[in-house]
């Protein structure tokens, strides 16, 4: 093997692994690594801050299930990008980040620039590494980007120090990865599905809460096909909209904190929840000791530290969903079931809890007549992105996609700021189909200077500002929890959306009236590049249903009639 | 509380914080660390309602190769031993 440098090894890593695309934002100590890229395949991307660079690779990521990169330099560029790792953490997305560090003889003698981001970084990567030899940079690539790929999927982290960049080295990169202990694929026992397909055949009224697991583990057509074998009711957690097929009848919607009537009710009810690729978040469950009191469990996870964690569990299943998936739907071949259709008609009956305002104030829009009328018009097949707070709660009831790559939420996190620049990503990723951003007042502020990334790349991407000059969610629970006492919400001094986005090259429209919805949105929907809907929003909307936090689901506060 | 008794092994010593981040993180109270060349024993006073969260959590680790969680049986409490101790000199 001929000697070559760090730098030049890293761009080898990332071509073997199929990388085509990084996000990322150079400084000091990574300059090695950028002046590589230059004679790279591997395209960069420049944005705007470190922040919009991980998002914008977990959106990448999130939308074609390839690797995302994101790159940043040492000290602050390195810590800009931990709430984009959490984010990816919380949620089982697969990244790598690569960050620059000071020369190894600086590293703890507080240099300019430097920071400990091995250690900031520990608690929420899946795993990372600080690079103390060239030598070893090769092996702890190859082995960065198969752990963050396999398994359950995660954020890795490679800090590597200038020197060891500048560095030269013949180590080859591995042909062949392995990682004493790490054991990313469990075998499924048989013997669990049986377990399971036993509890399913003997319950009357059985509800399937399908996770993020079913994208990542792209079991999609496996869950879909059992669903159409069981026909039993299917209720999604915010990380699977998209996953049951959009013609299933017994697809009763996302389920939790703000989940339709039919999902929580059928859930409530249930004789038995199968949980696919789910971890039983407390937004999903409520009230622990009363969620879903009748039933017994059966658990399907890739982790093996999910299952019981929070729910216990009758029927675990220690595997992939896909494998696991496909054996069961083997087994239901050969042992095929009563379809629950019966049990599927009544779980439907009870309705969504959506309710349609008949009043606005005049100069404002209802949000949620926005929502519903954009996804009539978008369909199942456009990518939708979205920022955190009620615009995400209002979108996430009314998603339509037809897959769950198409829906790219930030789900465990929550992080405000996501919508923007994982839109950019996802429609940086799939440049052929279309893609909208739905983002608030609060959250487009904090990540909105990527409009100028979206701009040099010139994506058709379509962002529609939900502008109710409030931090809407927090507001809401002001109002329900905290009687009205409204404490650092207020956003009345925004700046005109519209007007900013076209000094950013976006053509921008605004939205005022409740007449003229419909006719902005196609609009801007048939802007050939980018372009930006401000929608004028009524300040006091609440998200409904809503189930309190610490409550059961069956207690659901329902929109005031 | 619960006492849980963990044999670690590990790929390299450099995991050992992350072992106890996570011990301290899910309300776990280290009361005894030894740990050499690549092997830990720890010692956790653990909350009992998330008790059971420990070993998968920490076995999920990376570089943990692997984990065994000894059960210890208990010794004589010193109230115990001097009531035997008594029965005994009767």
Known sequence: ????????????????????????????????????????????????????????????????????????????????????????????????????QVASPLIGTDGFQEADTFNICTAITKQNYLVRSVDDLPRVLAEAIFIAQTGRPGPVLVDIPKDVLLGHTSEPLPDHVSVPGYEPSPRLDPAQVQK????????????????????????VDEFREWCRRTQVPVVSTLMALGSADPDYAGHL??????????????????????????????????????????????????????????????APVHADLKAALTAWNQLLEQEPIEPKSEWQKQASSYGTGLVRRESSEPGKVPPTEVLDELFSI??????????????????????????????????????????????????????????????????????????????????????????????????????MFFDRRYSAVDLSDNPDFAALARVYGFEAFTLTERAEIRGSLERWLSCAGPALLHAICQAEENVYPMVPAGASLAEMVEAPQ | MKLLTFAIVLRTMAALPRVLMLIGRLGGEVTYVSAADGRANVVVKAPKRAAHRFAPQVRRIVDVIEMTELHVVAGRTRDQAEAERKRKLA
Request: proline fraction near 4%.
């Open chain 1, 253 to 314: 919607g996302m389920l939790g904190m703000h989940g339709l009537r039919q999902a929580n009710r059928a859930v409530f009810e249930a004789d038995l929840i199968l949980g696919f690729g789910n971890r039983f978040d407390d937004r999903v469950t409520g009230a622990t000791d009363r969620f879903a009191s009748q039933a017994k469990v059966v658990h399907v996870d890739i982790d093996a530290a999910e299952l019981g964690k929070i729910i216990r569990v009758d």
């Open chain 1, 378 to 479: 978008i369909g199942p097949s456009t990518i939708v992105a979205t920022d955190v707070g009620q615009n995400q709660m209002w979108a996430a009831q009314r998603c339509r996609a037809d897959h769950p790559r198409k829906w790219i939420t930030s789900g465990g996190a929550g992080t405000m700021g996501y919508g923007l620049p994982s839109a950019m990503g996802a429609q940086a990723a799939c440049p052929d189909t279309p893609v909208v951003a739905i983002v608030g007042d609060g959250g487009f502020q904090m990540t909105m200077a990527e409009m100028a990334t979206v701009r040099r790349l010139n994506l058709p991407l379509k962002v529609l500002v939900m502008d109710n000059r409030y931090l809407g969610m927090v507001r809401q629970w002001q109002e």
């Open chain 1, 1 to 100: 093997m001929t000697r070559r440098s760090g730098s030049k090894v890293v761009v080898e890593a990332l071509t073997r692994a199929g990388v085509t695309t990084a996000w990322g934002y150079p400084g000091g100590a990574i300059m090695p690594l950028y002046d590589e890229l230059l004679n790279s395949p591997v395209t960069h991307i420049l944005t705007r801050h470190e922040q919009g660079a991980i998002h914008a690779a977990d959106g990448y990521a999130r939308a074609s299930g390839r690797l995302g990169v994101a790159i940043a330099t040492s000290g602050p560029g390195a810590t800009n990008l931990t709430t984009g790792i959490c984010t990816a953490m919380m949620d089982s997305v697969p990244l790598l980040c690569l960050t620059g």
């Open chain 1, 196 to 219: 399971a397909h036993a509890l399913l055949r003997a319950s009357h009224r059985p509800v399937c809460i399908v996770g993020g697991g079913c994208r990542i583990g792209n079991a």
